[in-house]
């Protein structure tokens, strides 16, 4: 039997260098904000939606809908999230990992 057979099958796997992150909807948003406050990662650790640590940051998704008029940080948003907050004329900002 050759040498390569008899060898076990290892490769590379990226699993320890992916940083968690934690997906926040729309639905939420506008369940646990009220208008003109400002979701940011302080606002929601207070809240108790994100943990106290999250290396890859959080990610606003485009599930549900939403009616107040909040200002958002994140780390992503999604390209349906992006449309929404644009049509209903909400400011969001994009902040680094």
């Given at each position: 039997?050759?040498?390569?057979?008899k060898l076990p099958v290892r490769g590379f796997?990226?699993?320890r260098f992916e940083k968690a992150s934690q997906e926040i909807t729309?639905?939420?948003?506008?369940q646990y904000f009220a208008d003109g406050e400002k979701v940011t990662?302080?606002?929601l650790r207070e809240k108790g939606?994100?943990?106290?640590e999250l290396p890859g940051g959080y990610k606003i998704i485009a599930?549900?809908?939403?009616?107040?008029?909040v200002s958002?940080?994140?780390?992503?948003?999604?390209?349906g999230a992006k449309a929404k907050l644009e049509a209903k004329a909400i400011a969001f900002t994009l902040i680094e990992a």
């Open positions: 039997m050759p040498l390569y057979r796997t990226r699993g729309l639905d939420r948003i506008n990662f302080e606002t939606l994100i943990p106290r599930t549900g809908d939403i009616d107040k008029k958002i940080e994140a780390h992503a948003i999604s390209e």
